[in-house]
T-cell receptor
Framework: EPEVTQTPSHQVTQMGQEVILHCVPI?????FYWYRQILGQKVEFLVS????????KSEIFDDQFSVERPDGSNFTLKIRSTKLEDSAMYFC?????????????FGPGTRLTVL | GENVEQHPSTLSVQEGDSAVIKCTYS??????FPWYKQELGKRPQLIID?????GEKKDQRIAVTLNKTAKHFSLHITETQPEDSAVYFC????????????FGAGTRLAVHP
């Protein structure tokens, strides 16, 4: 069964550094998402992406965040200048279509630790 | 604002008992409600979902009920097994063409042999 993949599994960075998290969504999916989960807390929506543009973003997704689909298979999340509070598990997800009933499949996550 | 409340935060049951987790949502136009199971250190995985035009859905030992009037939905697990132990998240999909899932805070279910 196809799965969403993410690399790296764990990223450690210094405060103020830029990080790029990588995701390969399921190949025939058209909608892509990033969520984050601070340790022990709920999963929080960051951004959704469709047709090469952001379709929705949360208040967490401020100017330090950006997403890109650089080619036909990858979907990246860039954090320009990391802060301590960016430490979290970041999940990429994808769905075949949007709207009701279209399952969002989650990747295994990247644990980001900002020191 | 948009919000999903989930209760209880922890639930401990004996193997074979039933477990019920309840969620309420704020956006009355939400139309899709998935439940995810997350084992320690792993990705959330969909276990069951329900659309707003259906009141109940069942898949073997798992069922979900939806009360649109009251804006709440519940997960029912019968004949619980130790491997059901995990954190369970409910979520609601916002309406209006968005694909934004709003998650509840999670319920840590422990099933004791």
């Amino acid at each position: 069964e196809p799965e969403v993949t993410q690399t790296p599994s764990h990223q450690v960075t210094q405060m103020g550094q830029e990080v790029i998290l990588h995701c390969v969504p399921i190949s025939n999916h058209l909608y892509f998402y990033w969520y984050r989960q601070i340790l022990g807390q709920k999963v929080e929506f960051l951004v959704s992406f469709y047709n090469n543009e952001i379709s929705e973003k949360s208040e967490i997704f401020d100017d330090q965040f950006s997403v890109e689909r650089p080619d036909g298979s990858n979907f990246t999340l860039k954090i320009r200048s990391t802060k301590l509070e960016d430490s979290a598990m970041y999940f990429c997800a994808s769905s075949r279509a949007g709207g009701s009933g279209n399952e969002q499949f989650f990747g295994p996550g990247t644990r980001l630790t900002v020191l | 604002g948009e919000n999903v409340e989930q209760h209880p935060s922890t639930l401990s049951v004996q193997e074979g008992d039933s477990a019920v987790i309840k969620c309420t949502y704020s956006d009355s136009a939400s139309n899709y409600f998935p439940w995810y199971k997350q084992e320690l250190g792993k990705r959330p995985q969909l276990i069951i979902d329900i659309r707003s035009n259906v009141g109940e859905k069942k898949d073997q030992r798992i069922a979900v009920t939806l009360n649109k009037t009251a804006k709440h939905f519940s997960l029912h697990i019968t004949e619980t097994q130790p491997e059901d132990s995990a954190v369970y998240f409910c979520a609601a999909l916002l309406s209006g063409g968005y694909n934004k899932l709003i998650f509840g805070a999670g319920t840590r279910l422990a099933v004791h042999p």
